[in-house]
């Protein structure tokens, strides 16, 4: 599979999504008022530029001041995300960036509750009708549960970690690349923008492309149409 656990989720939430219907700050530069013996272009010139904040683009193996290599922790003292999870799903914590989605404790609880309950149905120590129907309602429950958060964290963007390692980054809303594609983008747009440095059609809706001396991490663009919907950093295996 590739770019690892997210894009799993990815196809999960593709495949499941079936079985359901069937079953269930920057800095602000200085700048003075330009005056007649002025012009516009000179005032405040210097102040200016050297003030302007670095552009924030998203990829190839950063974002921000979050890179591909950073541990949680060294990830949490960046500044960049909120200091608890938002979510922790198949065995991830979530985080969003900060001014995202607020970590919600009542729902981190009733996830928990549920997760429980698959624990016990995977342990299939009630075979009747009612024990049967019990089970397959917590991994109904449990798949929609995914497919939410997944479809959250891919909405409003964030970082996943797996054992304490940077496992993926995911795009805000406004986030754009380097070579200027973003959500909207058209697929035309995405080929030219990287032609000949590796992208890749992985399937009718998506798109990869390797991030240089990382072997195994890539960008992946989701399509809705024939525009980007997403974009994600993360590591196959």
């Known amino acids: 599979m590739h770019n690892g656990d997210l894009h799993r ?5 593709q495949a499941i999504a079936g079985l359901l219907t069937l079953s269930v700050a920057g800095l602000t530069a200085a700048c003075k008022t330009p005056t ?4 516009a272009s000179v005032a405040g010139a210097g102040t200016a530029a050297s003030s302007a904040p670095a552009v924030k683009y998203f990829g190839p193996d950063s974002f921000g001041k979050l890179t591909i290599t950073m541990s949680e922790k060294d990830a949490l003292a960046t500044g960049e995300l909120q200091t608890e999870p938002v979510s922790t799903v198949l065995g991830k914590n979530v985080y969003s960036f900060v001014g995202g ?3 919600d404790p009542k729902r981190m609880a009733a996830d928990e509750k549920l ?21 397959a309602k917590a991994y109904a429950d449990s798949t929609q549960r995914i497919v939410e958060r997944l ?3 891919l909405g409003a963007g964030g970082a996943s970690f797996r054992d304490g390692e940077l496992s993926s980054i995911a795009a805000p809303k406004d986030a754009v690349t380097e070579a200027g594609i973003k959500r909207g983008s058209s ?5 030219a923008a990287y032609a000949g440095k590796g ?8 798109y990869e492309l390797p991030v240089e001396g990382h072997a195994g991490w890539t960008v992946l663009f989701e399509l809705k149409g024939d525009t980007v919907q997403y974009m994600s950093i993360g590591k196959a295996g």
């Not at 992208?199 to 998506?206: D, E, N, Q």
């Open 199 to 206: 992208l890749k059609s992985t399937s009718k809706t998506a």
């Open 36 to 39: 007649a013996a002025e012009p």
């Open 9 to 13: 989720f990815t196809w999960r939430r």
């Open 151 to 153: 479809e959250a964290y």
């Open 115 to 135: 997760e429980k309950a698959v624990e016990k149905a995977d342990a299939g120590t009630d075979t009747s009708a009612a024990g049967s129907a019990k089970a």
């Open 101 to 103: 989605p607020k970590p």
């Open 187 to 191: 697929v035309a747009e995405l080929k």
